[in-house]
T-cell receptor, first 111, second 114 residues
Framework: NAGVTQTPKFRVLKTGQSMTLLCAQD?????MYWYRQDPGMGLRLIHY???????AKGEVPDGYNVSRLKKQNFLLGLESAAPSQTSVYFCASSYWSTEAFFGQGTRLTVV | AQTVTQSQPEMSVQEAETVTLSCTYD???????LFWYKQPPSRQMILVIRQEAYKQQNATENRFSVNFQKAAKSFSLKISDSQLGDAAMYFC???????????FGKGTKLSVKP
């Protein structure tokens, strides 16, 4: 049982480059979330989705876009990466209000 | 907007002793759920305990229990008989029923001394 899988695990970008992070879950969960984790800041919600075809802004959405074309996938895009977006990114999914399952994280460095 | 506040950046406890981690939240919703997650150095997020806001009874899971004070919007975690493996970051989290967002506090780093 794979659970939540994030791709890639590590990435180094140059300022201004774009990239897409992929999150895939095989638990048929309706809810999916993208977070960034920075030292001393906890996990901050970037965007989330309550079902296929839906997205909503979280606490820190600026500079990011998301799409949920298929129920099992939730994509996070950076159109023009900035050093301030250097972080560890986590994806999670849940069935309504029950336990959220997390991916292993993506370490992104923007130079 | 909902907020989750953890006022203790770091805590320390002696092995076999009891420690309480604090969490407060702010919301205008009536339908919500609260969680404590543990994150060891491996970065894996592990659910410790879950509390439904509509339930008066405090949730318990073995050595872990909560003190849920709905009127005060307080949700503290008590760890009894602390073990070395309990050392980790602990995050308090809120899930809102009307929006479906899951938000976290900044975390408390727990150290366990042998």
């Amino acid at each position: 049982n794979a659970g939540v899988t994030q791709t890639p695990k590590f990435r180094v970008l140059k300022t201004g480059q774009s990239m897409t992070l992929l999150c895939a879950q095989d638990m048929n969960h309706e809810y999916m979330y993208w977070y960034r984790q920075d030292p001393g800041m906890g996990l901050r919600l970037i965007h989330y989705s309550v079902g296929e075809g839906t997205t909503a802004k979280g606490e820190v959405p600026d500079g990011y876009n998301v799409s949920r074309l298929k129920k099992q996938n939730f994509l996070l895009g950076l159109e023009s990466a900035a050093p301030s977006q250097t972080s560890v990114y986590f994806c999670a999914s849940s069935y309504w209000s029950t336990e959220a399952f997390f991916g292993q994280g993506t370490r992104l460095t923007v130079v | 907007a909902q907020t989750v506040t953890q006022s203790q950046p770091e805590m320390s406890v002696q092995e076999a002793e009891t420690v309480t981690l604090s969490c407060t939240y702010d919301t205008s919703e009536s339908d919500y759920y609260l969680f404590w997650y543990k994150q060891p150095p491996s970065r894996q997020m592990i659910l410790v305990i879950r509390q439904e806001a509509y339930k008066q009874q405090n949730a318990t899971e073995n050595r872990f229990s909560v003190n849920f004070q709905k009127a005060a919007k307080s949700f503290s975690l008590k760890i009894s008989d602390s073990q070395l493996g309990d050392a980790a970051m602990y995050f308090c989290a809120y899930w809102g029923g009307s929006q479906g967002n899951l938000i976290f506090g900044k975390g408390t780093k727990l150290s366990v001394k042998p």
